[in-house]
């Protein structure tokens, strides 16, 4: 069957931090080193949190904070507030999606593809050991820059920035589309390439 780009639903995991690595540089006098202005805070084990979501031409998905690390149990309850709310809204007719994950052990675990099947929603085919095109990974990168950019200091402030820019940060709209609609380019450029690097 032939999809088209914008019936296809990519998703993944990411990781976020408090106080994220980012450089700044700053101009300083002679003995202002120390001063509040001319340093930027670290924190040694900074917060972190594990989020998954999932894009389609038609924008930004739910976005699932991860208890822990994602284990099948916890992704089936993924599936089932998440995506297919997700599927349903975006494609309430008769035009059917396809969703993309990848080959982590919980997303290929038996009862996730016995539920999936079940749902009856078809699964991109994505080979294991392959360059990483999905083009969420560019979005989350973008949101990590627009993350970095912010003073957070806490797990609760880091998750109610992350959600307010993922659902309404134009930015981040325009990315996803730009994203998908390059999608044959890089498919095209891989295969150019054997698999071998790309400048996509």
Request: hydrophobic residues 35%.
């Amino acid at each position: 069957m032939i999809y088209r780009l914008f019936q296809v639903c990519f998703s993944d995991e990411s990781i976020f931090q408090v106080l994220m690595e980012k450089s700044k540089f700053v101009r300083r006098r002679p003995g202002e080193q120390f001063k509040p202005g001319c340093i930027v805070p670290t924190v040694k084990h900074p917060p972190s949190i594990m989020v998954w979501s999932v894009i389609s031409g038609k924008g930004t998905g739910r976005l699932y904070i991860v208890e822990k690390t994602m284990k099948q149990d916890q992704y089936k309850k993924v599936l089932e507030t998440r995506l297919m709310p997700q599927m349903n809204e975006w494609f309430p007719g008769d035009e059917k999606p396809i969703f993309m994950h990848d080959g982590a052990p919980c997303h290929k675990a038996k009862s996730i593809s016995a539920y999936l099947k079940a749902k009856n929603i078809d699964v991109l085919d994505w080979p294991g050991n392959s360059p990483d095109m999905n083009p969420i990974e560019n979005v989350w990168e973008l949101l990590k820059r627009e993350i970095a950019k912010k003073c957070i200091t806490n797990k609760v402030g880091l998750i109610e920035t992350l959600i307010k820019e993922w659902n309404h940060n134009p930015h981040l709209q325009d990315t996803i589309q730009a994203c998908i609609d390059s999608m044959p380019r890089r498919i095209e450029a891989v295969i150019a390439a054997k698999g071998e690097l790309t400048k996509y």
